[in-house]
Structure formats: structure tokens, C-alpha cells
């Protein structure tokens, strides 16, 4: 037998076939029964109708697969807000993963869409009445967490990075630093986020344009992969992403950082 250089194709080559189907196999299988459960997890009677409607727009199902986040990690769901996000991960990393769902004391304080409960109250029922015991709260600021260094496998920073951005570039380049921090080598970090162009006054449309995440990114040290899956050719940027005539379907880019191994 030929010792091949490359250590897949030794150890293929030294295990009993049935074996190597296996090999081959588990991970793909793995993957679709994870996204299955997810899926039936997002229909279940458990959960807030009012996150089941922005569904359609977020695409959880197809979003978490292109980050990679599956069963038994550990997933920081940053300004997790009302929750929408939280739910969500907890059934994505089931019982032997954890999901940490941070806010800050201002943002708790903010309103629901319904306008009749804050945001800290509609997390602490989505947890309550969804059984989430996976899940835990942090409360401060998203860059200065008490987690230790490379313990989470993924962030979600979904649909905030304007905010920061738009207000001071130096300050988004800092977060993106310390939640580099955070991760795992090899752990990730989602972005969404509604897109604008160039020229238009982003900050009060609450937007940014994809190449200033992207440069962002890079920046901070970060691999990054582009995804379409959120894209609205419909939304032409000019419009606030409050504006109703929009009903919040917004172009929006997903990014996919991927800190490096080494």
C-alpha cells in the first residue's frame, strides 16, 4: 500500500470501508438533521407569533446553515434585544449547547413592535414559556463581557453594526476586535445588516454599505464570506428602514467572519 502525503486520504486508506462511508456521510446527515429540527422548532407552538412573521424576511433557517452554527456550540447572541435571535439559537445548539443573549440596561428599556412590553420582558417570556434553560443573560456592554478569552464558537450581530459604525468607524473596528477576542479560533461571526449606498445620509437612514463592513472586517483580522440570501433588489437605499412602506423588508448583506486558526 502506497502511504499517500495527505493524512485524509492515509487514514481512509487504513479503515475498514464501511467505516469510510461512514466517514464520509455523517457529517452532511448530521447537518440536514439538524436543519430539520430547526425548522420544526420554528413552527412549533412554543413560539411568539410576531417572530414567526419576520421569518420570512430573516430566513433563520437558511441564515444559521451558511454561518455554521449547529448543535452543541456555544452562541453569544449580541443586542439579542427582544429575543427574535435567542429563541432561535437555543433550539439550533440543543440541550448541550449554550446560548448567552446580552443586552444593555438602556436597550431592555426599549418597546416591542406591539408597544406594550419592553424588550427585557419579551426575552425574559420568550425564555420562560419557550424552556430555554440553554440559555443565559448578560447584561453590559457587548464588547466588554465577562466570557472568557476563545469560549464561544459564533456571534450574532445582527442588523446593529450601523449603529456603531455610522457614529464613530473607530468604535465599530474596536467591537469587531473584542469579540475576536471571544472566539474560538475558527469560531465566526454573523453579520446582517441593511445596505446603503454611497452618498446618501446612512446614519439617519440607519444603513451602511457592504464594502465598509467588509473593510471593517478585514481590518480586525478576519476572514470574510458574502452571502445573497438576504438581498432586496425592490429596496432602492433611500428610504428610512422605518419607513412603512418598506413593512421592514430591507436589502440587507450577511456577512459570514471567520477568525483564523492561527
Known amino acids: 500500500m502506497r502511504w499517500d502525503q495527505s493524512p485524509q486520504a492515509n487514514l481512509l486508506a487504513t479503515l475498514p470501508l464501511l467505516s469510510v462511508f461512514a466517514l464520509l456521510f455523517w457529517q452532511p446527515t448530521v447537518q440536514a438533521q439538524d436543519n430539520l429540527a430547526l425548522r420544526r422548532a420554528l413552527a412549533g407552538p412554543d413560539r411568539d407569533v410576531s417572530d414567526f412573521m419576520r421569518d420570512e424576511v430573516r430566513r433563520p433557517a437558511e441564515v444559521l446553515p451558511f454561518l455554521g452554527i449547529s448543535s452543541g456550540m456555544t452562541v453569544l447572541d449580541g443586542y439579542a434585544a427582544g429575543g427574535y435571535y435567542t429563541f432561535i439559537l437555543s433550539k439550533a445548539v440543543g440541550p448541550d449547547g449554550t446560548v448567552y443573549a446580552q443586552n444593555t440596561t438602556r436597550g431592555l428599556r426599549f418597546k416591542e413592535d406591539r408597544q406594550d412590553i419592553t424588550q427585557g420582558e419579551a426575552l425574559a417570556n420568550k425564555i420562560r414559556d419557550g424552556r430555554l434553560s440553554n440559555v443565559r443573560q448578560l447584561i453590559g456592554p457587548l464588547g466588554e463581557l465577562d466570557l472568557a478569552a476563545e469560549s464561544v464558537d459564533a456571534i450574532m450581530l445582527m442588523q446593529t453594526l450601523h449603529d456603531s459604525y455610522n457614529g464613530n468607524p473607530v468604535r465599530a473596528l474596536n467591537l469587531l476586535n473584542n469579540l475576536k477576542r471571544y472566539l474560538k479560533p475558527g469560531g465566526v461571526?454573523?453579520?446582517?445588516?441593511?445596505?446603503?449606498?454611497?452618498?446618501r445620509d446612512n446614519a439617519?437612514?440607519?444603513?451602511?454599505?457592504?464594502?465598509?463592513?467588509?473593510?471593517?472586517?478585514?481590518?480586525?483580522?478576519?476572514?470574510?464570506?458574502?452571502?445573497e440570501l438576504l438581498r432586496n433588489p425592490a429596496d432602492d437605499h433611500s428610504r428610512s428602514i422605518f419607513d412603512p412602506r418598506l413593512a421592514r423588508n430591507t436589502d440587507r448583506f450577511l456577512l459570514r467572519l471567520i477568525k483564523p486558526e492561527l
Open 189 to 199: 461571526i454573523g453579520i446582517s445588516d441593511h445596505v446603503g449606498s454611497a452618498g
Open 204 to 227: 439617519d437612514l440607519h444603513r451602511m454599505e457592504i464594502q465598509q463592513a467588509v473593510t471593517l472586517a478585514k481590518e480586525a483580522g478576519f476572514i470574510v464570506q458574502q452571502s
